[in-house]
């Protein structure tokens, strides 16, 4: 891996990384696919068109359905889901603590019971990097437990010791894995995980410890999890000087435009979230403007775009007044076309991102993006 800042305005960053499947431009979203698609009908194709950079899915959840040996049979996921970019996959933590009804957190991993079935699963540091081998994507994370957020300092700080022993376990697997001549991809990246709840001590003491790790990437968790919009941005000002400025950044699971444009300015790379699709799937839709409910009657003789100039494939050919029918009449295509356009939107605010920065005009964008979402939306 290569990472190379290319300019700074503020604490902003627009970076470069080469990767074994591609070039990746920060920042940047990566859009959710959990089971190796994304919901709503969207194709592989699809993401190519609409500008998608980096895929993202789910360890957990192509573990218990379907396989990681499944799919390493067929070369990895990027053949089985002909994907030819970088694909992040998150280790499958943050499902075992919010999916799983019952578990027991031990230092050895968390023994658990699948949500689909409630078979006994097990899964510590060595399983979650040798189904991500499986995988064979392009980063992998760091097994970690993310705790609640109000939960007691003693907790959060007892929880962060272990994620600490979790990683250097994570590390040590991984080396081995890329060592073994049948491995899918033997340039896997690590990227390991920033813990602390909303508590400053613990997150600038936590950042500190795992960057003199020399990880690929170092990213944020337990965050929009509950916690304020304000709270989240304080943790960033706090722990984002104290991770290394020569790796990329990654906020998991955020979020909004507006949290994103916020963490752009705190020196975030990486961003992934599930709103774009799955509010999509529900007719919400986004622009510059603000968020659009295609249910809503008033679109219902709109002959117009979602958004005027928008080039993504729903605004190119259909009205919203048809998208409109489409949702009400229950048709795939109306979430498919939603969903494309949500996407879309994301990807083409990142490269703007990109662009501003890189032009040293960052703070203006912001603001200027922000008053248009943030108000009334036009029609």
């Known amino acids: 891996m290569k990472y190379e800042v290319l300019t700074k305005d503020g604490r902003a960053k627009s970076a470069r990384m080469e990767t074994v499947h591609g070039i990746i431009e920060t920042p940047v979203f990566m859009n959710v ?20 950079q980096v895929e993202l899915s789910n360890t957990y959840h ?20 002909n994907w030819d970019r970088p694909i992040l996959t998150d280790s499958g933590g943050f499902q075992v603590f919010s999916l799983a009804k019952l578990r027991r957190i031990r230092e050895e991993g968390v023994h ?23 995988l064979g994507s392009t980063i992998a994370m760091a097994f970690d437990e993310c705790p609640p957020s109000r939960a007691s300092d003693q907790y959060i700080r007892d929880s962060v010791d272990r994620t ?32 602390g709840g909303v508590v400053d001590e613990i997150r600038i003491e936590h950042a500190r410890t795992i960057r003199e790790m020399n990880l690929d990437g170092y990213a944020i968790g337990g965050l929009a999890v509950g916690e304020s919009h304000e709270e989240m941005y304080h943790i960033l000002d ?17 979020g909004t435009p507006a949290n994103i444009l916020e963490a752009v300015d705190r020196g975030v790379d990486f961003f992934d979230c599930v709103y774009p699709s799955r509010n999509g799937r529900h007719g919400h839709v986004y622009t510059n403007q603000g968020k659009l409910n295609l249910f809503n009657q008033q679109y219902e003789l709109d002959s ?30 109306g979430m498919r076309l939603c969903t494309l356009h949500n996407l879309y939107f994301y990807n083409t605010m990142m490269k703007e991102i ?14 200027s993006k922000l008053a248009g979402m943030e108000g009334p939306p036009k029609g």
């Open 33 to 52: 696919g959990t089971v190796g698609a994304i919901k709503g009908a969207v194709s592989t194709d699809d993401l190519r068109e609409i500008g998608t």
């Open 112 to 134: 658990f019971n699948s949500h689909i079935d409630g078979h006994k699963i097990f899964m510590g540091p060595e399983e979650s990097m040798q189904i991500q081998s499986n």
């Open 62 to 81: 192509l573990h218990v359905r379907t396989g990681d040996r499944l799919i390493k049979q067929f070369g990895g996921l990027h053949k089985f889901m």
């Open 354 to 367: 990109r662009e501003a920065i890189r032009e040293r005009r960052y703070a203006g964008y912001k603001a």
């Open 304 to 333: 117009r775009p979602i958004e005027e100039g928008c080039g993504c494939p729903a605004c190119r050919s259909y009205s919203r007044a048809y998208i409109r029918h489409l949702l009400k009449a229950k048709e795939m295509l």
């Open 238 to 254: 706090v722990t984002v000087p104290h991770l290394p400025e020569d790796k990329p950044v990654y906020l998991m699971g955020v």
């Open 164 to 195: 600490t022993r979790w990683l250097l376990r994570c590390k040590e697997e991984m080396a081995r894995l890329n060592a073994l001549p049948d491995t899918v991809n033997r340039e896997q990246l690590l990227f390991g995980i920033n813990q």
